[in-house]
């Protein structure tokens, strides 16, 4: 295996210039193969308040400039213990939600044809379902962990079966989740009755409130979730409006009291050695942000999402090669 093409050197090139790419990696189409592809998904004609997540991937790719090879909470230099690449974003209907559903199942499906793993920048969190029928149909049902505000398993909306908060309950019904891992982290706000919560709590659902992961901590969360993962292939749906609006405000439905930037990360490097097929980061809308607050931290838990991918289940690195040149310290 030839090594991975990094991205741009940025003892070359600064980082506010060069590529328009996810951390400013390769495209997908310069590169032979990738390990893992970040692709953009821009779509919102699912939401139900506030629009605007459609400018989600190029805000969030944008903010992604200042990301650096290694990671040092997790050991692991990402893009170069795999080949990274980008996607570019998928092309929807922006008038047709199912088309649109079947257009990314399709080329969710295409893009992780010979092995490679998604990340997914959104989009609002319809474009869930169709991630996680490609992700299913790949590698059997999954264990989720559905970072979000909302519990996102409502039924209909309007009459509408597809919407921004019913991706959960279709992919329950349609039978490729494993309903014995099933968690919600970060839920909050106002519910319509509590019967909401117990038909989550039917189709599999366990939660971790943003309250309990203040109360508990995050390293305690984290060991919890792992357990119930198990080895089970995971995918992993960030609603960035799992944050609270302090550290998120370019989101479609803000609630207050929500977790720290801080917070979700530490969280997600709790979850290494889990074994992650996939993963989304969606419902960023730049039109309600300030000083890419929100698209800052959607593109360091993309980060962090890639990081986790380019462990092994054990925990140890992917390739043993060592990064090569990715040594120097950069800006
Ligand atoms: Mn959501």
Redesign the pocket.
Same mark, same amino acid.
């Given at each position: 295996m030839t090594e991975p093409r990094g991205p741009v050197d940025s003892s070359r090139v600064p980082r506010f210039a060069g590529p328009a790419t996810f951390a400013r990696l390769p495209r997908l189409d310069e590169v032979a193969r990738a390990d893992v592809a970040v692709v953009g998904v821009p779509f919102d004609a699912g939401v139900s308040y506030r629009p605007g997540a459609r400018f989600g991937p190029a805000a969030v790719r944008e903010a992604s400039r200042l990301l650096r090879p290694y990671h040092p909470g997790l050991d692991v230099s990402p893009f170069a213990t795999q080949q990274v690449a980008d996607a570019g974003d998928i092309a929807v209907n922006p008038f047709d939600i199912g088309e649109a559903i079947e257009t990314i199942q399709h080329a969710a499906g295409s893009l992780q044809a010979d092995g490679t793993r998604l990340v997914t920048i959104g989009g609002d *969190?319809t474009v869930a379902l169709p991630l996680l029928r490609a992700a299913a149909r790949r590698h059997g049902p999954v264990a989720v962990l559905h970072f !979000?505000a *909302?519990l !996102?398993t409502w039924d209909t909306y309007f009459g509408a079966e597809h919407t *921004?908060g019913t991706p959960f309950r279709r992919a329950v019904e349609e039978g490729i989740l494993d309903t014995s891992a099933l968690s919600h982290v970060g839920t909050r706000g106002p519910l319509y009755g509590k019967q909401d919560l117990t038909e989550d709590q039917k189709l599999g659902f366990g939660i971790v409130t943003s309250a309990d992961v203040y109360r508990r901590g995050a390293d305690e969360v984290a060991d919890q979730l792992r357990q119930r993962i198990g080895d089970r292939p995971l995918y992993i749906s960030i !609603?960035i !409006?799992c944050l609270d609006p302090a550290h998120a405000p370019g989101t479609g439905t803000p609630e207050a009291g929500g977790l720290t930037s801080r917070e979700l990360l530490e969280i997600l490097r709790g979850l290494a050695g889990c074994r992650l097929v996939g993963a989304d980061v969606?419902?960023v809308a730049p039109a309600y942000d300030h000083a890419e607050i929100t698209s800052v931290a959607a593109s360091h838990v993309a980060y962090d999402l890639i990081s986790l991918l380019a462990l092994k289940e054990n925990g140890e690195r992917a390739e043993e090669r060592l990064p090569a040149a990715d040594g120097g310290r950069r800006p």
């Open positions: *969190h !979000d *909302h !996102d *921004h !609603d !409006d969606v419902e």
